[in-house]
């Protein structure tokens, strides 16, 4: 068996190729559009948060229908912070990540007992009594009528939000560009490797040395920062903050974007949320009333059908056009041949 060079092998996984590079350039020309900034502005937010569900989910194995508690969490923190300490933006994503970082830790203690169905209860409970808390304590977060009153001081002290969302898009988007290349670096590494062998078969991954719940509970911390800091985002651009931030809507919503982009797949959720956003807002505008009826059949169609059968079908008519283009060129080479001679 010849050896195989790992250092070279996760050096060759971590370079960029140039879909990847054309999707981020993509991204940013966005910032030249003339409109469309509040929406992009939303697209940006719900991509940070699914990619913090796939790093459980699609990497770990983690299932959660509650992860909008570090959604919420997050944005609370940034709203609080903003009105009683400081409006900086900046300072108030630190705090949030911060805050969702130690209630993912503490958190994930009992999120990793017990089997599949126990976690999603759990996640789904957290969620739960954090959305309880929120109401009850109407002196401090707003109750159901929100956290009002939050204004933001200029971004980097030079500039300020705007109506038409250019400022907190851009901020939106380079808060996602550099979180994403930290999930990046971090999934192509030894320690994202270990994960997927967690997340295949955990017994066998232990058997092997892998600190499992250590790993999980790193994993798990890491992407309550991450969705804390998507609820920061929310709360800074729109300065306010409901209810429905720690709501069950918000864990099924980023569930469904990560299974429409693809779970275990960076930009599965970056590309879910894309989908999901502009479906929402397309067929909210044919239909306002029956929109979800339509993503749940698209959803459907995505599971019955599959993502690799459209792949291969779409492999296979390249495949035969390739194999008629040369048996073509080789049949006329092969003729222009015969009469030259």
Same mark, same amino acid.
């Given at each position: 068996?010849?050896?195989?060079?790992?250092?070279?092998?996760?050096l060759?996984?971590?370079?960029?190729?140039?879909?990847?590079?054309?999707?981020?350039?993509?991204?940013f020309?966005c910032?030249?559009?003339?409109?469309?900034?509040?929406?992009?502005?939303?697209?940006?937010?719900?991509?940070?948060? %699914?990619?913090?569900?796939?790093?459980?989910?699609?990497?770990?194995?983690?299932?959660?229908?509650?992860h909008?508690?570090?959604?919420?969490?997050?944005?609370?923190?940034?709203?609080?912070?903003? $009105?009683?300490?400081?409006?900086?933006?900046?300072?108030?994503l630190?705090?949030?990540?911060?805050?969702?970082?130690?209630?993912?830790?503490i958190?994930?203690f009992?999120?990793?007992?017990?089997?599949?169905?126990?976690?999603?209860m759990?996640?789904l409970?957290? %969620?739960l009594?954090?959305?309880?808390?929120?109401?009850?304590?109407?002196?401090?977060?707003?109750?159901?009528?929100?956290?009002?009153?939050?204004?933001?001081?200029?971004? &980097?002290?030079l500039?300020?939000?705007?109506?038409?969302?250019?400022?907190?898009f851009t901020?939106?988007?380079v808060?996602?560009?550099?979180?994403?290349?930290?999930?990046r670096?971090?999934?192509?590494?030894?320690?994202?490797?270990?994960?997927? %062998?967690?997340?295949?078969?955990?017994?066998?991954?232990?058997a092997?040395g892998?600190?499992?719940?250590?790993?999980?509970i790193?994993?798990?911390?890491?992407?309550?920062?991450y969705?804390?800091?998507?609820?920061?985002?929310?709360?800074q651009t729109?300065?306010?903050?409901?209810?429905?931030?720690?709501?069950?809507?918000?864990?099924?919503?980023?569930?469904?974007v990560?299974? $429409?982009?693809?779970?275990?797949?960076?930009?599965?959720g970056?590309?879910?949320?894309?989908?999901?956003?502009?479906?929402?807002?397309?067929?909210?505008?044919?239909?306002?009333?029956?929109?979800?009826?339509?993503?749940?059949? $698209?959803?459907?169609?995505?599971?019955?059908?599959?993502?690799?059968?459209?792949?291969? &079908?779409?492999?296979s008519?390249?495949?035969y056009?390739?194999?008629?283009?040369?048996?073509?060129?080789?049949?006329?080479?092969?003729?222009?041949?015969?009469?030259?001679?």
């Amino acid at each position: 068996m010849s050896n195989v060079n790992v250092p070279h092998l996760l050096l060759s996984r971590h370079r960029w190729r140039w879909p990847e590079i054309a999707f981020w350039l993509a991204a940013f020309a966005c910032l030249l559009m003339p409109s469309k900034h509040l929406i992009l502005n939303e697209i940006a937010i719900l991509a940070l948060f %699914a990619l913090s569900l796939d790093l459980i989910l699609g990497y770990a194995g983690i299932v959660s229908l509650g992860h909008a508690a570090f959604l919420g969490a997050g944005a609370y923190i940034a709203g609080l912070f903003a $009105i009683h300490v400081n409006g900086d933006p900046l300072l108030g994503l630190l705090a949030a990540a911060a805050a969702c970082g130690v209630l993912g830790f503490i958190t994930s203690f009992l999120v990793l007992r017990g089997s599949d169905l126990t976690r999603l209860m759990i996640t789904l409970g957290v %969620a739960l009594l954090l959305g309880e808390i929120a109401n009850r304590a109407a002196w401090l977060t707003g109750g159901a009528d929100g956290l009002q009153g939050i204004t933001m001081g200029r971004l &980097l002290g030079l500039f300020e939000f705007d109506l038409y969302g250019r400022t907190s898009f851009t901020y939106s988007l380079v808060v996602l560009f550099v979180l994403f290349l930290l999930a990046r670096r971090l999934i192509h590494s030894p320690f994202g490797h270990s994960l997927t %062998a967690i997340r295949d078969n955990p017994l066998r991954a232990a058997a092997v040395g892998i600190p499992v719940k250590r790993r999980l509970i790193a994993i798990y911390t890491f992407a309550a920062i991450y969705a804390g800091i998507a609820g920061a985002l929310l709360t800074q651009t729109t300065q306010f903050v409901g209810l429905d931030v720690l709501s069950f809507q918000r864990s099924a919503d980023v569930m469904l974007v990560v299974i $429409i982009g693809g779970a275990g797949y960076l930009y599965g959720g970056l590309i879910g949320a894309l989908g999901f956003k502009f479906l929402q807002d397309w067929l909210s505008a044919l239909t306002p009333q029956y929109w979800h009826f339509w993503i749940g059949l $698209i959803l459907v169609a995505l599971v019955l059908i599959g993502r690799d059968r459209p792949r291969r &079908l779409l492999h296979s008519v390249q495949k035969y056009v390739t194999n008629r283009w040369q048996s073509l060129t080789g049949s006329k080479a092969a003729g222009s041949s015969t009469g030259g001679a």
